[in-house]
């Protein structure tokens, strides 16, 4: 759905913004970068839903965006949206779903690891593959549909919330924080592990964070891609990840 695509090029450009802020990146940068984001922010405000799904896209985004922005005159404005959007269209009959209004895209494997926010979200918002956006500080600014099911979500649902609060914070700890610190310290991570299979044994999953730079070479998202290879084991390893799986 269009709106999630949106959503998440506004996130990579939040996210941006705030690499472009800490790195020093000159005044025409940031410059920029507001008025990229301004000019999103617009879009999504004036977004008209096509589908029952979209409008609780749009519900969900933005009480999400209030609730981050609590006590700013943003929050405010996010929550009036949200709620706006409720009693417009309380009474229409929207479709259930609605049609994609963008061809479907195949990403390359390897992905490449120079993409600005609008090609990144592209990728991700029509990708079949489970994949997952993070920035610094490890939170999900994006994720495509089939990870956002893995773990009972939506897209929309999982923007915004911490790595530790979909792996747990032990996996977490042990597991993927050293592996998303090296990622942004611009090394690809590369690795096998395994996940819980429903049936009994596990399943082989091959997990590849690639360090997102735009086309300034700053580097601003991790983007976390999981490959299932097809094999399967009867014995789960001690050290087991059950992320993003």
Not at 3 to 14: D, H, I, P
Not at 36 to 59: F, G, H, I, K, N
Request: aromatic letters at 6%.
């Amino acid at each position: 759905m269009y709106f999630r695509r949106l959503a998440t090029t506004m996130k990579l450009v939040e996210a941006q913004l705030v690499v472009a802020i800490r790195h020093g990146a000159s005044a025409r940068v940031h410059a920029a970068l507001f008025t990229r984001s301004s000019s999103l922010m617009d879009e999504l405000e004036a977004y008209v839903p096509t589908s029952q799904a979209e409008l609780r896209d749009m519900v969900g985004f933005f009480v999400r965006r209030s609730s981050s922005l609590q006590r700013t005159g943003d929050g405010d404005r996010a929550l009036e949206i949200a709620m706006k959007l409720t009693r417009q269209y309380r009474d229409r009959d929207l479709p259930v779903e609605a049609d994609q209004p963008y061809a479907s895209f195949q990403p390359a494997r390897p992905i490449r690891s120079a993409l600005d926010p609008e090609e990144l979200a592209a990728l991700v918002s029509s990708s079949p593959d489970k994949i997952a956006l993070v920035d610094e500080q490890f939170h999900i600014l994006g994720s495509s549909e089939s990870c956002a099911r893995s773990h009972r979500s939506t897209p929309i649902g999982m923007m915004g919330l911490h790595v530790a609060e979909v792996v747990g914070r032990r996996a977490f700890e042990q597991h993927k924080r050293a592996r998303l610190v090296a990622c942004f310290d611009g090394v690809p991570q590369d690795f096998p592990y395994e996940v819980e299979d429903p049936l009994g044994g596990a399943q082989r999953l091959q997990c590849r964070m690639t360090p997102i730079t735009d086309r300034t070479r700053l580097l601003y998202c991790a983007l976390i891609q999981f490959v299932d290879t097809g094999g399967s084991s009867s014995a789960v390893p001690e050290d087991q990840d059950v992320s993003f799986g």
